[in-house]
């Protein structure tokens, strides 16, 4: 479908679980991002990363932990997570060209859909 | 408040009719992208609109970019049952550094 895949497609997680999600890209771009798309919300940018470096931590609780350990890979650690914290969780990546320069079109995974019990 | 808000919410047309979103926004940007998402998947990368263009097509799509009133528009002609989906409209703020995105259409081509 794109050149971004996610795993797992469908995760169920009570609130005291360990998980992640990861994120593959293979469209050799250098930004990757976590997007959080909640039922009659707007899609939330959660964080993004430029050459591996996170660049912008949008106000997300300390029980999401992203990490980057190369330019395509991206995994969100998830820890005690809340009810509310179910949602449809996207990856996207897209190729940039340094501090200043505007956004090229993004792709996206297909999503993972969390549900926390 | 958010930077893009879409409108209509929600619209549901006939096939072969034509479809039309509006997008607007708050601050200057580089460029306004958008994006449809089919029930539940990832969103798919539509069509981007630099700030000094007015006026870009793709197929069966054209957008519009308005920014002395801070608005695009996009255009489905000729809908099929295929097109539907949600569509969103996506800022990329000169002041920011991020693509902000707004609430989306709801689109429902009836066959």
């Known amino acids: 479908e794109t050149g971004v895949t996610q795993t797992p497609r469908h995760l169920v997680m009570g609130m005291t679980n360990k998980k992640s999600l990861k994120c593959e890209q293979h469209?050799?771009?250098?930004?990757m991002y976590w997007y959080k798309q909640s039922a009659k919300k707007p899609l939330e940018l959660m964080f993004v990363?430029?050459?591996?470096?996170?660049?912008e931590n949008n106000s997300v609780p300390s029980r999401f932990s992203p990490e980057c350990p190369n330019s395509s890979h991206l995994f969100l650690h998830l820890h005690t997570l809340q009810p509310e914290d179910s949602a449809l969780y996207l990856c996207?990546?897209?190729?940039?060209f340094g501090p200043g320069s505007s956004y090229n079109e993004q792709f996206f995974g297909p999503g993972t859909r969390l549900t926390v019990l | 408040s958010q930077q893009g808000e879409e409108d209509p919410q929600a619209l549901s047309i006939q096939e072969g009719e034509n479809a039309t979103m509006n997008c607007s926004y708050k601050?200057?940007?580089?460029?306004l992208q958008w994006y449809r998402q089919n029930s539940g998947r990832g969103l798919v990368h539509l069509i981007l609109?630099?700030?000094?263009?007015r006026e870009k097509h793709s197929g069966r799509l054209r957008v519009t970019l308005d920014t002395s009133k801070k608005s695009s528009s996009l255009l489905i002609t000729a809908s099929r049952a295929a097109d539907t989906a949600s569509y969103f409209c996506?800022?990329?703020?000169?002041?920011?550094?991020?693509?902000?995105f707004g609430q989306g259409t709801e689109l429902s081509v009836k066959p």
């Open positions: 609109i630099r700030s000094n263009e």
């Open positions: 601050t200057s940007i580089n460029n």
């Open positions: 996506a800022t990329d703020a000169r002041q920011g550094g991020k693509l902000i």
């Open positions: 996207a990546s897209s190729q940039n």
């Open positions: 469209l050799g771009h250098n930004a």
């Open positions: 990363y430029n050459f591996k470096e996170q660049t």
